[in-house]
């Protein structure tokens, strides 16, 4: 079974930087799973924000390009979102999320990010 533990959601003002944490167990859904940042902003649908590949292909949705850094350790079964330049419109639920090519999926919890003007 897949678990996913999120966090490092906090308040954070226009501009201002935050760094998520995605904790994976077993450390194999790495080397099995394309694993994704999405965030669901409040009355939304969720969204893609950051997505690496098995091989460590990594994409991101245009309005994150060059704000938002995914890293992935994979030694400490670990995935990052570094997030920099904070908007109001970052404000969500973020989630962790693996996927494999069968569909198997999972989700974590989420950890809120709100970012005031």
């Known amino acids: 079974q897949v678990q996913l533990v999120e966090s490092g959601g906090a308040l954070v003002q226009l501009g201002g930087s935050l760094t998520l944490s995605c904790a994976v167990s077993?450390?194999?859904?790495?080397?099995?799973?394309?694993t994704t940042w999405y965030r669901q902003p409040p009355g939304k649908a969720r969204e893609l924000v950051a997505q690496?590949?098995?091989?460590?292909?990594?994409d991101y949705v245009d309005s994150v390009k060059g704000r938002f850094t995914l890293v992935r350790e994979s030694a400490k079964n670990m995935m990052y979102l570094h997030m920099n330049g904070l908007k109001p419109d970052d404000t969500a639920v973020y989630y962790c999320?693996?996927?494999?090519?069968?569909?198997?999926?999972?989700w974590g919890q989420g950890t809120q990010v709100t970012v005031s003007s």
């Open positions: 999320h693996p996927r494999n090519l069968e569909g198997f999926e999972f």
């Open positions: 077993p450390p194999s859904v790495f080397k099995i799973y394309t």
């Open positions: 690496i590949t098995v091989g460590g292909g990594i």
